[in-house]
């Protein structure tokens, strides 16, 4: 990666937010900052997350009531493509991400011909929940091994991903195995899946993952995936 390369396409940001008003404006006005248009999906929030949101420039998509945040992540989809966007780049909502990472992301994914783009947070040493790290390295290991890519972060949320792979991928999942389906759907179509190491930024924010219920959701999507196969 060289930083004298200069991105050639139009890209947009996306991002899925439920309950997120303390961090949401601050997060929409860096990535403002950063030069991009920002995507915000309120998925059914009951506290100022649009209101916010909207008030720091970006355009708003609320869902009327709580969908998951798979389900929001492909409306957000759908209207960059409608938009003709060139690609997205996915953000949580929480905080976690730093949009100082995004062009090295979109810069990665065009110098390689990357289909996605994924920030991998294994290995900068930040301190990520115990329970979070092993299933998340357990998870990233059956996909990397199914999907004969190594992808070491395979449940990060921080993506670049091309509007090819959007367009070409259909996505059934509506909550956080997204992460997973969208990896596992692009590889069977033979998009190259590479890693970018990013910075995360914990601030003990809740997490609205529910382990037990979220792993059995993941087993039930790699079984459809290895049926489809």
């Not at 798979?70 to 690609?87: K, P, V």
């Not at 997205?88 to 976690?96: A, C, F, I, N, R």
């Not at 449940?155 to 997973?180: T, W």
């Not at 990896?183 to 998009?191: E, I, Q, S, T, V």
Request: proline residues 4%.
């Amino acid at each position: 990666m060289t930083a004298q390369h200069q991105i050639t396409g139009r890209y947009c940001v996306v991002i899925p937010a439920f309950q997120a008003a303390k961090t949401i404006g601050s997060l929409v006005r860096d990535v403002k900052h950063q030069g991009f248009a920002v995507v915000v999906v309120d998925d059914g929030s009951t506290d100022q997350t649009a209101a916010l949101a909207a008030h720091e420039g970006a355009l708003v998509i609320s869902h009327l009531r709580n969908q998951g945040k798979g389900q929001a992540l492909r409306t957000g989809f759908e209207y960059a493509l409608r938009a003709q966007y060139d690609g997205v780049v996915t953000l949580d909502s929480d905080g976690q991400h730093n949009p100082t990472e995004i062009l090295p992301l979109i810069t990665a994914g065009e110098i390689q011909h990357a289909g996605i783009v994924v920030g991998n947070r294994m290995s900068d040493g930040a301190p990520m929940p115990r329970v979070r790290r092993l299933t998340n390295e357990f998870m990233s290991g059956v996909i990397s091994n199914v999907s004969r890519q190594r992808i070491p972060d395979s449940q990060c949320g921080f993506r670049f991903i091309r509007k090819e792979v959007l367009a070409s991928v259909p996505l059934r999942s509506k909550r956080y195995e997204i992460e997973s389906e969208m990896l596992l759907a692009a590889a069977k179509r033979h998009w190259k899946i590479i890693s970018v190491p990013i910075q995360t930024i914990y601030q003990n924010e809740p997490s609205h993952i529910h382990p037990f219920r979220d792993t059995l959701r993941f087993f039930a999507l790699l079984l459809r995936h290895l049926c489809w196969r």
